[in-house]
């Protein structure tokens, strides 16, 4: 099995299990580079998929949350290169798959063809890209496929029909459904008209659906899952280490 089919799997397991997918989403070496892969860890046991976040100066798809903890990162070190160290000291021991998700620039300075071996070596199963076109994706998406790497396709309510149809086929791993049209976090509701968007969404791929952006609570888990496949959880949960509280605790109650 291709890394990349690994994702896919683990939401699809949730599902024979009668469960909602969970993907938590944590900035690497937030909120202390040292606590990092105890926080993996934690997480790992409650997510059925991870999505580490690459720190990056500029996080134009990211609200302030998620920018604060890739600030006070970068200040503290972490690198994308720091990021596989400490993944590859530990691979094997993470039972769940793990997405990175990056900005364009860290991840065409370190090298395509590299990036992908890394992956490979650390445990990285896909990688999320959210400023980067499908258009401009080529040589990213043939390097890390020709290591079994997924790079991972968003949509959002404002994607027309015929993308949406392109965008599903061509992602691996799952699909990414943005469920607002802006940034992450902000702490607004859910859409109203959330659950057609996702419906539609779910129609036209064949993989697993997951649902991101503003998703804080229980209630906002059970909606998603009535829809799509998993729900993605992350400004919430980095508040929670913001706060030097339970990461597991927290996405236990997402349950």
Avoid at 35 to 41: A, D, K, M, P
Avoid at 209 to 231: L, M, P, S, W
Wanted: hydrophobic share 45%; charged share 20%; net charge negative.
């Amino acid at each position: 099995m291709k890394p990349y089919e690994l994702i896919s799997a683990a939401i699809e397991a949730a599902k024979a299990d009668d469960r909602i997918g969970l993907i938590p989403f944590i900035t690497a070496g937030y909120p202390e580079p040292a606590g990092f892969l105890n926080t993996l860890r934690a997480v790992a046991n409650i997510g059925d998929v991870v999505e580490i976040g690459v720190p990056f100066s500029d996080p134009m798809a990211d609200g302030m949350t998620i920018q604060r903890s890739s600030f006070v990162a970068i200040q503290k070190g972490v690198t994308l290169k720091w990021i596989f160290e400490q993944l590859e000291s530990i691979a094997g021991e993470i039972k769940v798959p793990i997405v990175l998700m990056s900005y364009l620039n860290p991840l065409l300075a370190f090298g395509f063809e590299k990036l992908a071996q890394c992956a490979l070596d650390s445990g990285v199963c896909g990688f999320i890209v959210p400023d980067l076109p499908f258009e401009e994706s080529r040589e990213i998406r043939q390097a890390l496929e020709q290591k079994g790497i997924g790079l991972i396709q968003l949509v959002t309510p404002a994607t027309p029909a015929e993308r949406l149809k392109m965008l599903a086929k061509e992602s691996r791993g799952f699909l990414y459904a943005v469920t607002i049209t802006g940034i992450t976090g902000g702490g607004k509701a859910l859409p109203a008209d959330l659950t057609d968007y996702l419906d539609t969404v779910s129609t036209a791929s064949k993989l697993p659906v997951c649902a991101g952006f503003g998703i804080r609570t229980a209630e906002d888990v059970v909606i998603i899952g009535k829809h799509a496949a998993a729900a993605i959880v992350g400004s919430a949960l980095v508040e929670v280490l913001e706060k030097n509280q339970d990461p597991a605790e927290f996405l236990r109650q997402l349950r």
